[in-house]
C-alpha cells in the first residue's frame, strides 16, 4: 500500500480530520445522554418535568447534525460548512448548559423555576371529582430534585454533559481552521 492509499484509508482519515473527530464524538455523547434520560424515564421511572424535556431538544439536533457535519468531513466538504455546523453544535451546547444551570438553580431554590412546573396548584375544581383527578394526574415539578449522584441532579449532569459537547466543538473548529 502507498503512503497515498493509507492516507486516504478510513482510520488514517478518521485520526486525520479533526472536524471528523469532533462531529462524530458530540454525535456519540448526544446519542447516549438521550439514551440516558430514557432509560431514567422508562426503566427507573424518573418522569422529566418540562424544563427537562426542554434540554432534549438540544440532544435531539446534535444527533444528526453531528452525523451530517461527519459525513460531510468524510467526503470532503468545503471547511467553511463543517466550521458552521461545528459552531451550531457549539452554540446549542451552550445554551443548553445554560438552560441546565437555569433548572439546577431552580433545584436548588436559588430562583423561581417557570410556574407551570413549580408554582402553586391552582383551581382544583370541585370536591367531588378532586380524588379522582389527583389519582390521575401526577405532577412533576421542575424544583423537586428526584435522583442525585454525587451531588448533582440530572440536571447539573446536563450542563457537565452540554459543555464537553461545546469544548469538543471548538476544539475541532480550532482544529479543522489549521490543518
Known amino acids: 500500500m502507498t503512503s497515498d492509499a493509507a492516507a486516504h484509508s478510513s482510520p488514517a482519515r478518521l485520526s486525520a480530520d479533526p ?3 469532533a462531529a462524530l464524538a458530540i454525535a456519540f455523547i448526544a446519542a447516549d445522554a438521550l439514551a440516558g434520560a430514557w432509560f431514567f424515564q422508562l426503566v427507573l421511572d424518573i418522569r422529566p418535568c418540562p424544563l427537562c424535556l426542554e434540554q432534549r431538544y438540544a440532544y ?3 444527533v444528526p447534525l453531528g452525523l451530517v457535519v461527519a459525513f460531510g468531513a468524510y467526503r470532503g466538504a468545503p471547511r467553511p460548512v463543517l466550521l458552521a455546523g461545528l ?3 457549539a452554540l446549542a451546547a451552550l445554551a443548553n448548559a445554560g438552560l441546565g444551570a437555569y433548572h439546577a438553580g431552580v433545584e436548588w431554590q436559588f430562583w423561581q423555576g417557570p410556574t407551570d412546573c ?3 396548584i391552582a383551581d382544583l375544581g370541585s370536591a367531588g371529582t378532586l380524588l379522582q383527578r389527583l389519582d390521575t394526574v401526577k405532577v412533576i415539578r421542575c424544583d423537586e430534585v428526584q435522583w442525585r449522584f454525587l451531588g448533582l441532579s440530572l440536571a447539573g449532569y446536563n450542563v457537565l454533559i452540554s459543555l464537553l459537547m461545546a469544548a469538543i466543538a471548538a476544539w475541532g473548529m480550532v482544529s479543522a481552521k489549521r490543518a
Open 118 to 120: 413549580s408554582g402553586p
Open 19 to 21: 472536524a471528523l473527530v
Open 60 to 62: 435531539y439536533l446534535a
Open 87 to 89: 459552531a451550531i453544535l
